[in-house]
C-alpha cells in the first residue's frame, strides 16, 4: 500500500490543507543543515513519519498499553484515511510483539481450537 493512498491530506497543517511539497523538503533540508550534518543518501521526508508511527507504538509496548485503544487515535493524528493504513506499522514490531505485555496472546490461542489429525 502506498503512503499517499492513506491519507486524507499529505502531511495535514493545522488548517486541514495539505503543506506543499516544496515546503515539506524545503524544511527537511533545514533539519538537517541545523544538526550539522548531510542529509544521508537516501533519506526521505516519509522516514521521519515512519519513524514517529513505530515510537509511538514502542512506547505504547513497553508501558503495557493496549495497541487497540491507541491505534485509532494515532491513525487520526497522522491524517490517515482508513485505520488499516495505520495498523500496516505493526507489522514492524514482531520481536516486540512477542514480548510485550499489551498483547494477551493468550486469549488469542482461545480463539481457536487446537486441530488434531
Not at 513497553?62 to 495498523?87: I, K, V
Request: with cysteine.
Amino acid at each position: 500500500m502506498r503512503a499517499r493512498e492513506c491519507l486524507d491530506s499529505n502531511f495535514p497543517n493545522g488548517k486541514g490543507q495539505a503543506y506543499s511539497y516544496q515546503w515539506l523538503r524545503d524544511c527537511f533540508c533545514d533539519c538537517w543543515e541545523i544538526a550539522g550534518t548531510p542529509i544521508p543518501q537516501g533519506a526521505r521526508i516519509y522516514d521521519f513519519r515512519h519513524t514517529f508511527a513505530t515510537r509511538r507504538l514502542h512506547d505504547c509496548m513497553d508501558q503495557g498499553e493496549d495497541l487497540y485503544f491507541w491505534l485509532p487515535y494515532l491513525s487520526a493524528y497522522m491524517g490517515h484515511s482508513r485505520f488499516s493504513c495505520t495498523a500496516y506499522y505493526i507489522h514492524l514490531l514482531p520481536e516486540r510483539l512477542t514480548n510485550s505485555p499489551a498483547i494477551d496472546w493468550k486469549s488469542f490461542a482461545d480463539l481457536l481450537p487446537e486441530v488434531s489429525e
